[in-house]
């Protein structure tokens, strides 16, 4: 079993994403945050949605992503105010994290 352990995350793209598709609105995305360059972290974006992405459906988008929960690992919600920055009202932002290892047989 690997004894590498990652953070994985989970949040809404309020005004959509650029990379690694362009979307043309809110969406969520699941990134494994690891060494090196943030723009080559392995990363999975959902269809333009805000809904939440079901349980079952992270574990697959991991699973895609080459990794899988850790043993006993639970996913864990806090909220945070969007940027001001934005071109739109500030927004409470939902973020899930959990703790995530690569799967024995890589990516699926």
Do not use: N
Not at 18 to 41: D, F, I, K, N
Not at 69 to 94: F, I, K, N, Q, S
């Amino acid at each position: 079993m690997s004894k590498q352990i990652f953070g994985a995350q989970l949040s809404l793209r309020c005004c959509g994403t650029t990379a690694p598709e362009r979307t043309a609105g809110p969406c969520w995305q699941l990134y494994v945050a690891m060494t090196g360059l943030v723009s080559e972290w392995p990363t999975f974006t959902w269809p333009t949605s805000t809904e939440v992405p079901s349980v079952e459906a992270r574990k697959a988008a991991l699973a895609y992503l080459g990794f899988t929960l850790t043993e006993d690992a639970e996913w864990e919600w806090t909220e945070h105010t969007g940027p001001e920055y934005h071109p739109h009202p500030v927004r409470v932002l939902l973020l899930g994290a959990v703790k995530v290892r690569p799967l024995e047989s890589g990516a699926s």
